[in-house]
């Protein structure tokens, strides 16, 4: 059982979809909750909602795309949070842009707030989180295991986080600290990420689970010490079969694209 009564917890992003849900879920345990994200109306509302179980809690405006103010930033939240416990890196934004749609500036853009935002946090607030035998959470996606199409940008800067984590994970266990290191992969879950504009269709046709969905995993994660869940779980069956035979799984995502844009096409 992992207790959260009394941790003061970061989440990247807790104003809106999954980390406003988590934030929340967080709270209603008894942690002490930092959230950030640009929109401060956002902010705002779900902070009223944080400071009813805990008065301390915090939320900050800050663009997770400025990499360099995001050590300044860590500092800041450490000190007025009062020292993190767990640090939940849930900011991200999605891409499903085809290959040959794809410019550099495209993938360096996803590529920062994805992938270099959750880095600069983390190794700005490792030595508190060695200190206090803390949590990182990355918030992941299934793409980082199934390498889904149209999702290029998107699903190179959610595997690098995964990557990334198992690494950091062994580090620090040899090094003999007690951070855990847990890896979230979403599935579908019904956020705007599915609606913005610059984004081609998702070609997802599995149900979209509520944001509410998310919590008791991740809490759970906390509780096990699980390395990496997926929501739904029946994801990791998906990836489990992936694996023996890459190319095989990719022969049959091509053939499932082929039948799913011609079923789709308008009949000349
Ligand atoms: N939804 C899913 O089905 C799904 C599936 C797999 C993985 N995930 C992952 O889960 C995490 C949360 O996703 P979500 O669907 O809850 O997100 P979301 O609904 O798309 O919300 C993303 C929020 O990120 C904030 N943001 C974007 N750029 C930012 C920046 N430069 N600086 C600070 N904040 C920024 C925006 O808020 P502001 O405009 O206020 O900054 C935006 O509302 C992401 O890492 C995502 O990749 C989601």
């Known amino acids: 059982m992992y207790e959260l009564a009394g941790k003061r ?17 967080f709270a209603e345990r008894g942690a002490i909750v930092g959230i950030c994200a ?32 995001l050590e300044a930033f860590a500092r800041r939240a450490d000190e007025e949070l009062g020292g993190i ?32 935002s959750p ?19 990355n918030i992941s996606s299934v793409a980082a295991r199934l390498g889904p199409p149209s999702e290029a940008a998107y699903t190179a800067s959610k595997a690098a986080i995964t ?13 003999g600290t007690d951070v855990l290191v847990h890896v ?3 599935g579908v879950i019904d956020t705007d990420l599915f609606h913005l504009p610059d984004n081609d269709e998702s070609l997802a046709d599995v149900e979209a689970l ?9 809490l759970r994660a906390l509780d096990d010490g699980t390395f990496e869940i997926y929501v739904p779980g029946w994801f990791a069956d998906i990836v489990g079969g992936k694996f023996p035979d890459v190319g095989a799984f990719l022969a049959g995502t091509i053939a499932w694209v082929q039948q799913k844009t011609q079923a789709e096409a308008p009949t000349p």
């Open 9 to 25: 917890v970061l989440v990247t992003v807790g104003s809106f979809g999954i980390g406003a849900a988590l934030a929340r879920g």
């Open 38 to 69: 640009r929109r401060e109306d956002r902010l705002a509302e779900v902070l009223a909602d944080l400071q009813r179980h805990q008065p301390a809690s915090r939320s900050w405006s800050v663009d997770l795309s400025d990499l360099d103010g």
């Open 85 to 116: 416990d767990v640090l939940v890196n849930n900011a991200g934004v999605p891409k499903r842009r085809g290959i040959l749609e794809l410019t550099p500036a495209v993938v360096e853009e996803v590529m920062a707030i994805n992938y270099f």
């Open 119 to 137: 880095v600069r946090l983390t190794l700005a607030l490792l030595p508190e989180l060695i200190e206090r035998s803390g949590r990182v959470v």
């Open 163 to 175: 990557g990334w984590s198992e690494s950091m994970q062994v580090d620090l266990a040899v090094a």
């Open 184 to 186: 979230v992969n979403p």
């Open 210 to 218: 509520p944001v509410e969905a998310m919590v008791e995993p991740v």
